[in-house]
């Protein structure tokens, strides 16, 4: 696949569109494997500091808190002095917080540094959606953000396959050393990636530059469309969260499962995650926006019920990857969406802003797991979590707008 030139340019711009997509799936990757290697640690975690387990949930909490001031900052910082610059500076705070993790002698510096080390993920997939939306045409647009979302994914399944093996040996401490290696990834941003042309030519042609988040309120269908992305978001962030963050301990306390073989069987849960999210892009782009969210919020109701019923390790396995087709696929479409409903000057404060927002509420989703699991089960949480998809159905029908293959403003 190459990418065709923008029309807002007339200059090739297949190197510099393949750099920035490889760099936005990089850095997205590292967030992904950082974020589930916490829950994979936190048992070592709780038992090395003595935490209990609300604190053990908070750490996870206040991840997604400073995830979400993260983008807020880091969304509007970009929409004023450039995409690449400013993801560089997100991946540099979260990779050395995260590396400041190893070294952590209580709860208290550790919440610190896990709430810094967020404030630098936030910001890492709304301007690295936005890099990508505005280097490459509008055919292919969700194509290639949904490839930024699977970056995710791949750091997750990176995190399912290889904390099962290094936990044992370098331990948790040593894993959060294993977090400094978005260092790297930094260097090769800065370096190696050119700012889009459409943004240098608007920041160049702007004269008056409003505040970035006013746009997102501008009249009342753009704000009509920010509430709908905020549910969107919000509902994707809780179910994703809510399971990922409890699956290896359902697995295990449940089925009586390994810590080997929880691994995975998430892992294959991932797997079908990345398939449904390239799914998605496919048929964005082909489709719409629209039925393409749709036959996803409907999927993702009826799996993650089906799955709350399954017992057979078989069933469990293939379930698992079905249902990590639909309830994580949506993430394939949200880049796409946010950049042709906003202004370039205003879209990395938009794409961090309102799905950062969707990630405040899912850092909810842990808890709410968590709580219904110790009341009832985790049968019960997970058919709860299935019931939350009717939210996003709601909102896609009535307050999301279809813009297939607009050309960005």
Known sequence: MTPASSSTSSEPLSRHALHALLASVLGYAMDGFDLLILGFMLPAIAADLHLTSAQSGALVTWTLAGAVAGGVVFGMLSDYFGRVRVLTWTILVFAVFTGMCAFARGYGDLLIY?????IGLGGEFGIGMALVAEAWPARMRARVSSY???????????????????????????????????????????????????????????????????????????????????????VQNFGYYGLMIWLPTYLSKTFGYSLTKSGLWTAVTVLGMALGIWLFGLAADRFGRKPAFLVYQFGAVAMVFVYSNLTSPSALLIGGA????????MLGGYGALISEIYPTEARATAQNVLFNIGRAVGGLGPVAVGALAARYSFSVALAFLASIYLLDVIATLFLIPEKRGAELD
């Open 148 to 234: 930024v979302g699977i970056g995710w994914q791949l750091g997750v399944l990176a995190a399912a396959l290889i904390t099962p093996m290094l936990l044992p040996v370098i331990g948790w401490r040593g894993m959060f050393a294993v977090g400094l290696l978005p260092a790297v990834v930094s260097f090769f941003v800065r370096r190696g990636v050119e700012e889009p042309a459409l943004f240098t030519q608007r920041r160049a042609t702007v004269k008056r530059r409003e505040i970035p988040l006013k746009r997102l309120f501008d009249d009342a269908r753009t704000a009509r469309a920010s509430l709908g992305v905020i549910i969107l978001c919000s």
């Open 322 to 329: 079905v249902m990590g087709v639909f309830v994580n696929g």
């Open 114 to 118: 896990r709430t810094i080390a967020g």
